[in-house]
């Protein structure tokens, strides 16, 4: 038996509820051997929050989770049956499949990336005020400000 990775709609919010609840179920159920891990998409954040570094879990997907499971009427029941699940993503009675390689990239998602995006947007900031010609700060000021950017995202 053959388990593929499916992606679930759910109650924006509620992912790692519905994940419990999911699990449990699971475990109740008379074939768990047909089901693999649920995921919930998160990444590692670092915020300033008054002043100091706050880590705390993001939901880069909200309102879905992943699901690596054998494809049954048994196992699409146990899923939709579910608290706060709205179905699958793909259509009808038959969902598509995501590859293994989706989604164990969907699961986590590195925080070099969020620096990368941040930066930039930044340099295309800089470059849209340049473009308009109400670009009036120094280029040490932006440099620091990147440099600063750098730094508080490690």
């Given at each position: 038996?053959?388990?593929?990775?499916?992606?679930?709609?759910?109650?924006?919010?509620?992912?790692?509820?519905?994940?419990?609840?999911?699990?449990?179920?699971?475990?109740?159920?008379?074939?768990?051997?047909?089901?693999?891990?649920?995921?919930?998409?998160?990444?590692?954040?670092?915020?300033?929050?008054?002043?100091?570094?706050?880590?705390?879990?993001?939901?880069?997907?909200?309102?879905?989770?992943?699901?690596?499971?054998?494809?049954?009427?048994?196992?699409?029941?146990?899923?939709?049956?579910?608290?706060?699940?709205?179905?699958f993503l793909g259509g009808?009675?038959?969902?598509?499949?995501?590859?293994?390689?989706?989604?164990?990239?969907?699961?986590?998602?590195?925080?070099?990336?969020?620096?990368?995006?941040?930066?930039y947007v930044a340099q295309?900031?800089?470059?849209?005020?340049?473009?308009?010609?109400?670009?009036?700060?120094?280029?040490?000021?932006?440099?620091?400000?990147?440099?600063?950017?750098?730094?508080?995202k490690k």
């Amino acid at each position: 038996m053959s388990r593929k990775w499916y992606v679930v709609h759910v109650y924006s919010g509620f992912e790692s509820k519905v994940k419990i609840s999911l699990e449990d179920r699971i475990r109740n159920s008379p074939h768990p051997e047909k089901f693999g891990e649920v995921l919930v998409p998160t990444e590692q954040v670092v915020e300033l929050v008054k002043g100091k570094k706050k880590e705390s879990s993001r939901k880069f997907y909200p309102g879905y989770i992943l699901v690596n499971l054998h494809l049954d009427d048994e196992t699409w029941h146990i899923v939709t049956n579910t608290a706060k699940v709205t179905g699958f993503l793909g259509g009808g009675n038959r969902p598509t499949p995501i590859t293994e390689e989706e989604a164990l990239h969907n699961s986590t998602r590195p925080n070099d990336l969020r620096l990368k995006i941040d930066y930039y947007v930044a340099q295309k900031q800089k470059e849209l005020r340049m473009m308009q010609g109400d670009y009036v700060e120094d280029e040490e000021e932006v440099d620091k400000d990147i440099m600063a950017l750098k730094s508080y995202k490690k």
